[in-house]
């Protein structure tokens, strides 16, 4: 069973920059496509970014493009999202998740993912 485990959220002031973290037990994740997602209270679940195998496809939600970059360590089997720039509407819960074994292309829906994390507040005052 796969466990992931985000951390790296907090508060910071708008125009700042937060690193997260997800890092996976029970398995290794260099074979699975990983991605972030975020909540807004009272909004649905949005995709933010995804990362292939290798690191060499990333898809970006355009709110977040050229601000945010996901990155992924296959030999610590944690994914990473460097926030640059960030912004109050950027307040959110960011969850990380894992596609099923096999998947090749990242997507972007969330039901595309087997696997999920418990989530880390990222609260950007203005």
């Known amino acids: 069973q796969v466990q992931l485990v985000e951390s790296g959220g907090g508060l910071v002031p708008a125009g700042g920059s937060l690193r997260l973290s997800c890092a996976a037990s029970g398995r290794t994740l260099s074979s699975n496509v990983m991605c972030w997602f975020r909540q807004a209270p009272g909004k649905e679940r949005e995709f933010v970014a995804a990362?292939?195998?290798?690191?060499?496809?990333?898809p970006y939600a355009g709110s977040v493009k050229g601000r945010f970059t996901i990155s992924r360590d296959n030999a610590k089997n944690t994914v990473y999202l460097q926030m640059n720039s960030l912004k109050p509407e950027d307040t959110a819960v960011y969850l990380c998740?894992?596609?099923?074994?096999?998947?090749?292309?990242?997507?972007?829906?969330?039901?595309?993912?087997?696997?999920w994390g418990q989530g880390t507040q990222v609260t950007v005052s203005s």
């Open positions: 998740a894992a596609a099923p074994d096999g998947r090749v292309v990242p997507r972007t829906t969330s039901s595309d993912y087997d696997y």
């Open positions: 990362i292939s195998r290798s690191g060499v496809t990333t």
